[in-house]
């Protein structure tokens, strides 16, 4: 079946310091990748997403590049700012299928 | 216009009872989901609908756990005779239609507490 596999958290980094949170996934078939971010107190939202193999999804100073070759969809950002501390999920969907999510990595990013 | 939105926004409940939570999805969404997120976990699919019925219910823990859709637009999770495995937030998301051409939109979650 499908599965998504992404880096352990907490992660702690100070403000503008260079961000990657790496994702992993096994599909049938090629499906689409989503980051998705929950900031404190708030609902579920999708942050960036692409739909096929070398596609960059971008939002927000973040970015993340569909590599099939490697079956990775790593999130980045170059310069973090304290209002990016969330819990962000990579996931993936293919056919008519539901959401597969990795487990969530915790973001803190410090002044 | 208006998001998808859950109600209640918590519940707290004793071992043993039924508990039944709302989801009213974004208009015009045919296609309606349940996830599940359980302390330190990543979410888990429960149930999709397409209009009223449900293709998929694969994700359901047991037969506890039931849910429904009424006029392509409001649906009910079921829980019955909760168990404190149970406890986690329940997120609930739409979509226009089912399929991976089409961005889920989450409501904010009802927390679960079973005690």
């Known amino acids: 079946g499908n599965s998504v596999t992404q880096m352990e958290g907490p992660v702690t980094l100070s403000e503008e310091a260079f961000l990657t949170i790496n994702c992993t996934y096994t599909?049938?078939?090629?499906?689409?990748l989503f980051w998705y971010v929950q900031y404190p107190g708030e609902g579920l939202q999708l942050l960036l997403k692409?739909?096929?193999?070398?596609d960059k999804g971008s939002n927000k100073g973040f970015e993340a590049t569909y590599r099939k070759e490697t079956t990775s969809f790593h999130l980045e950002k170059g310069s973090v700012q304290v209002s990016d501390s969330a819990v962000y999920f990579c996931?993936?969907?293919?056919?008519?299928?539901?959401?597969?999510f990795g487990t969530g990595t915790r973001l803190t990013i410090i002044p | 216009g208006a998001g998808v939105s859950q109600s209640p926004s918590n519940k707290v409940t004793e071992k043993g009872k039924d508990v039944e939570l709302r989801c009213d999805p974004i208009?015009?969404?045919?296609?309606l989901y349940w996830y599940r997120q359980r302390l330190g976990q990543g979410l888990e699919f429960l149930i999709y609908?397409?209009?009223?019925?449900?293709?998929?219910k694969s994700g359901l823990p047991s037969d506890r756990f039931s849910a429904e859709r009424t006029g392509e637009s409001v649906s009910t999770l079921t829980i019955q005779r909760t168990q404190q495995e149970d406890s986690a937030v329940y997120l609930c998301?739409?979509?226009?239609?089912?399929?991976?051409?089409?961005?889920?939109?989450f409501g904010p979650g009802t927390r679960l507490t079973v005690t």
């Open positions: 609908f397409q209009g009223n019925s449900a293709p998929d």
């Open positions: 692409a739909t096929k193999a070398d």
């Open positions: 208009s015009g969404h045919t296609a």
């Open positions: 599909a049938t078939g090629y499906p689409s």
């Open positions: 996931a993936l969907i293919y056919g008519n299928e539901k959401l597969t």
């Open positions: 998301a739409s979509s226009l239609a089912p399929g991976q051409s089409y961005e889920q939109y």
